[in-house]
């Protein structure tokens, strides 16, 4: 993926081009991977819940060393301010807690980007993320799941739509998991601190990084520093397209985490009082941008083309 021009994104965002040939493409080749995706999850006997888009609690993104969010967007209903969802990852522990063991869900989050990353091809202000978490699970757990489902949407895609593919101008590569484990610090000895845009142009399969300092619910090992979380990133410069964790489950600890993260204790309230309890289950989860994985599996060159209405940073189209 590289730098895209503004006359291509004004092309892109322009409601015409929502229905030209490759686009047609596009949303068929979607509606597959969507499709082998659920199937492959609630056949595995996850959940599938519909998603929530205003909270009192949502995902603070902070800290993050990936997020460039330069507004937050909070709304008065009844008298009392919510937020828009920047991820479910907050109901996601207290669902996985109080209610089934494992579920997933497709959830829309809106992430005010910053204007610039218009032109990374990478970059929405609005995406859809599918969200699984599961009760007691390791991090190689999460794994497994994104592994078949990942690998059997390429595999239908492949197997039925290979004269789309060939209109495409495609030649897609199937996965073969497990997938490469490596680890943020070797990384970061390797190709210097911007590892995450240098990696995904030296790999030809998906590779998972793992220990990336970020947001207090991740699991921390506080003895060795290192962080039980991941992201799953993809080859041809697409970087990445999952991020999850082992999650963090004791409220002493989250306690002091959000302390020095600097945020509102009182923004997590739910969340804190079900630990404080010792009712907040060790989980471990993650969420797969699908535009994104989209993106990868047609060879778009901005991941906004797999949308009818492109969710571009910078840019407010009517529609
Ligand atoms: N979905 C991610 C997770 O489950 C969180 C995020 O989107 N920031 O860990």
Known sequence: MRHVMSKEIEVLTSIESLGDERRLTYYKVGT???KTMTDELVGMGFEWFLPIMLSRTTDPL???PGASIEKRIEVEIYGEKVKTMQSMIVHKRVLVSLGPPKFFIISPN???EKKERGATGRHLYEFTQLEVEMAYAKMQDVFRVYERIMTEAIKRVKADMGEDLKKLGRDLKGFSPP???????????????SWDTALPKDITEPVWVTDIP?????YEDLKTGEWRNFDLFLPEGYGEVISGAEREYEYEKMIAKIERDGLRQDDFRTLLEIAKKGKLKPSSGAGLGIERFIAYIVGAKHVGEVQPFPRIPGIVSQM
Request: glycine letters at 4%.
């Open 214 to 218: 970020r947001e207090f619910y991740d």
């Open 179 to 193: 997938f490469r484990v490596l680890s943020r610090r070797e990384l970061e000895r390797k190709y210097g601190q």
């Open 110 to 112: 809106i992430r005010i």
């Open 62 to 64: 902070w800290p993050d």
């Open 32 to 34: 597959k991977v969507l």
